[in-house]
């Protein structure tokens, strides 16, 4: 199995209050830095669609 290691945003800082990302046998994986053992699995197009829209404001209304 090919893991990477997990991998969080410059901007985040020493915080512990980020998403982590990282890659295992071509599968995206992403968690919480505060709630490690929950992990989301996709795939690179899928979460390269995700960043977009996160990129395009997409999910602003979410952060109210």
Same mark, same amino acid.
């Given at each position: 199995m090919s893991r &990477? *290691?997990?991998q969080k945003s410059t901007f985040s800082g020493a915080s512990? *209050?980020?998403v982590e990302v990282r890659v295992v046998d071509g599968t995206? *994986? =992403?968690r *919480? &830095?505060?709630a490690g053992d929950i992990?989301?699995?996709t795939? %690179? %197009?899928k979460f390269a669609k995700f =960043?977009?829209?996160i990129k395009a404001g997409e999910f602003?209304? =979410?952060?109210?």
């Open positions: &990477s *290691e997990w512990n *209050e980020c995206v *994986e =992403l *919480e &830095s505060d992990v989301v699995r795939t %690179p %197009p =960043l977009q829209g602003d209304h =979410l952060t109210t």
